[in-house]
Nanobody, 119 residues
Framework: QVQLAESGGGLVQPGGSLRLSCARS????????MGWYRQAPGKQRELVAS???????NYADSVKGRFRISLDNAKDEVYLQMNSLQPNDTAVYYC?????????????WGQGTQVTVSS
């Protein structure tokens, strides 16, 4: 069974950096999209960054130039490098993957990791 586990969240001061990691366990046939979403208190979950098999990257306008998504195929891990963090980046960050397994194609989500930007 496929599981996703995020790590790397925490408390950081404005202007600081964090790198989130998402490790996948379980066997898959192929991945289609990997990405990161976030949800701030009282707000809807929103896409932060995504990467597809063709290498196409998409970013929310609010994080362009500050965040970068990357992938380590050998480790089955996807990362989100977050620089110049601002208080409005505070949210729970979720790893998301669109995968095909022996059970078919579906979306998978991690449990989330808290990122708090505050002085």
């Amino acid at each position: 069974q496929v599981q996703l586990a995020e790590s790397g969240g925490g408390l950081v001061q404005p202007g600081g950096s964090l790198r989130l990691s998402c490790a996948r366990s379980g066997s898959i046939f192929i991945w289609y999209i990997m990405g990161w979403y976030r949800q701030a208190p009282g707000k809807q979950r929103e896409l932060v960054a995504s990467l597809d098999r063709d290498g196409q990257q998409n970013y929310a306008d609010s994080v362009k130039g500050r965040f970068r998504i990357s992938l380590d195929n050998a480790k089955d891990e996807v990362y989100l490098q977050m620089n110049s963090l601002q208080p409005n980046d505070t949210a729970v960050y979720y790893c998301y993957q669109d995968l095909a397994t022996r059970s078919g194609r579906r979306d998978y989500w991690g449990q989330g990791t808290q990122v708090t930007v505050s002085s």
